[in-house]
């Protein structure tokens, strides 16, 4: 009988890159041991002996969580107790968080109706299971646009409960996973009524107000005025915040917002269909044309959409591109599909930036006498020719990109992790990558550095 490596957690699962740190709660990117598979892995330091019943009655809910297979849903695969830990392995993370989205970007009507249909799918497949009360606040949800399409994600895992079952509610801000923020509450929450889908709904609805408007409907002075206006106050005009808010959005956002329950949609597929029962024109260069899943109504009733279609992504080409990528330094790469850049920085100012246009990629340097050019060309910045002929390879593949060395004599390094050969290790955007001597920043377009979570002190 094979015995378990102490240096992963579980036995099974070690840890690469931190992606949220807290004092009590740690989110990293890990490799399954078994599978060489690349996992999320949730890490709580758990408390006490005492507190291993509450954390398995926690671990039963994870059954359902785990049938629930939906692209708008995180992933979990597996979960258990490690000495003084808690873990859970889920789907890679993808993307940056809904709240950076909205702090951080322009969010058109149609891109809003879309968020909020891919919410509303999350909730249908989650709702299949019997799950509900999902914290939909915006720091738990994810937007992943490296692709040509946002994909959002419901990242709730029931953390909120288990913490609040270990005794984890000191603290009031607004970012700790424990935190039940009235901003986000349905009233039934703040009067301990009875949660049930109709709550999801709600929270949808606050949601899809934020997205449309900027801003939230019920916001007080402090928790509990924001609480009394929760449950009290009527639904602002969109109007009054976004001119040219369509008035049957307006009555969309009114129903989900019901202060009685008995009064909003049904169940979320009856949200969903009141979606995509709307329609609002995308726009084209030189034509319109019908969008696609958002906002049927008709042309008197819905604005011009912000933003202009033609500055989005474009389809990625199937065959390998005759010009190299190597030679599109400090250049754009027009009708081409831009995956990422490598980007090089000399006192903190950028001077190259050479494009990965293909999702497979070679980065090396030139080799004249056999005519051999990698798709990313490092020679111009390697005089002291640190970098192999075929040093590392990147890969792009169902949302996520990976970084590989091809046995190079100076290695390859992700931060300070120096990469064993022809073993792909996750490269996220942002981070630090060393070919022999030469030093390159990661980075996707449209994408953000990620946001830290806050634990409660």
């Known amino acids: 009988m094979s015995q378990r490596d102490p240096r992963l957690i579980g036995g099974v699962y070690r840890t690469s890159q931190v992606v949220i740190s807290g ?4 989110n990293y990117t890990a490799y399954n041991h078994n599978t060489n598979e690349i996992v999320g892995l949730i890490v709580l330091e758990s408390p006490s002996p005492g507190d291993t019943q509450t954390v398995q009655q926690f671990f039963q809910s994870m059954e359902h969580r785990r049938s629930v297979k939906s692209p708008q849903v995180l992933q979990v695969y597996d979960w258990g107790i490690d000495g003084n830990r808690v873990y859970l392995a889920t789907d890679p993370p993808r993307g940056v968080t809904l709240r950076y989205v909205l702090d951080n970007e322009n969010i058109d009507l149609r891109r809003a109706l879309d968020f909020a249909q891919q919410m509303t799918r999350g909730l249908i497949a989650l709702h299949g299971q019997d799950i ?28 909120r409960s288990l913490l609040k079952s270990l005794g984890y509610v000191d603290s009031q801000h607004a970012d700790d996973i424990s935190y039940l923020d009235p901003r986000y509450a349905p009233p039934e929450y703040i009067r301990g009524g009875l949660i049930g889908p109709w709550s999801d709904i709600y929270q949808l609805g606050l949601l899809l107000f934020e997205l449309v408007t900027g801003r939230l409907p019920f916001v007080g002075r402090d928790s509990a005025e924001t609480g009394i206006l929760q449950c009290t106050s009527p639904t602002p005009r969109l109007v009054q915040y976004k001119r040219d808010a369509p008035v049957a959005l307006q009555g969309l956002v009114d129903r989900a917002l019901e202060k009685n329950p008995d009064e909003r949609f049904i169940h979320a ?40 279609i033609a500055e989005q992504p474009t389809k990625a080409p199937t065959g390998r591109s005759e010009e190299k990528t190597s030679k599109n330094v400090i250049g754009s790469t027009k009708e081409k599909h831009l995956y990422a850049n490598l980007c090089y920085e000399k006192d903190g100012v950028e001077t190259h930036r050479f ?35 075929q040093h590392a390879r990147i890969s792009y593949k169902e949302t996520l990109f990976y970084i590989e060395d091809l046995k190079s004599h100076n290695k390859t390094r992700l931060g300070e992790l120096p990469l ?31 946001p830290v979570l806050k634990e409660q002190k």
């Open 269 to 308: 597929g009856a949200l969903l269909s009141a979606l995509e029962s709307l329609q609002a024109p995308v726009r084209q260069p030189g034509e319109m044309r019908e969008g696609s899943g958002v906002f049927r109504q008709t042309t008197d009733q819905i604005p011009e959409l912000e933003g202009d």
């Open 420 to 450: 064993a050969p022809l073993q792909p290790e996750l490269l996220q955007h942002g981070d630090v990558v060393h070919f022999g001597a030469v030093r390159l920043v990661f980075r996707v377009p449209g994408m953000k550095d990620k």
């Open 132 to 159: 509900v009360g999902i914290d939909l606040r915006p720091q738990l949800i994810t937007v992943d646009s490296t692709a040509t399409t946002d994909r959002v994600q419901l990242d709730d895992v029931g953390l």
């Open 355 to 389: 494009a990965m246009t293909e999702p497979k990629v070679i980065v090396g340097r030139t080799d004249p006498r056999r005519g051999h050019h990698p798709d990313i060309d490092l020679s111009a910045l390697d005089a002291k020719m640190t970098v192999s002929r």
């Open 23 to 26: 004092e009590i709660l740690t």
